[in-house]
């Protein structure tokens, strides 16, 4: 019986059904900011940071047949305004997509 378990889990694995986004085996998160940048008029060299606006904010979430999950933030504005528990829930609003070996076979060359 602990065999077929041990087989059943190793399966999970290989699939990918046992890591979700909320429990991924491991996670890889880029966050970039500061977007926005904008030139002040009359005064060379010097530039303004918009306020934070999560609506033109971006996150990008994948998650990988091997329980990766991979995420790329990019902030648009000043990021500062965000506290860390407000950008992870903002976060975790966002979709996950789930890339599977049979994507993987579109991307290779040949």
């Given amino acids: ?3 077929l378990k041990r087989r059943l889990q190793q399966l999970e694995e290989i ?3 046992r890591y979700s986004a909320e429990n991924p ?3 890889i998160r880029t966050v970039t900011s500061g977007y926005g940048w904008t030139p002040i ?3 060379p060299d010097s530039w303004s940071m918009p306020p934070l606006d999560l ?3 971006t996150c990008r979430r994948t998650l990988c ?3 990766t999950l991979m995420e790329w933030v990019a902030i648009y504005g000043d990021h500062e305004e965000l506290s860390d528990e407000e950008k992870e829930r903002w ?3 966002q979709p996950v997509e789930r890339f599977e070996f049979r994507q993987r076979q579109k991307y290779r060359r040949r």
């Fill in 1 to 3: 019986m602990r065999g």
């Fill in 15 to 17: 699939s990918g059904v």
């Fill in 25 to 27: 085996r491991k996670r």
């Fill in 41 to 43: 008029p009359g005064r």
């Fill in 55 to 57: 609506e033109k904010s």
């Fill in 65 to 67: 047949e091997d329980g």
């Fill in 91 to 93: 976060i975790a609003t």
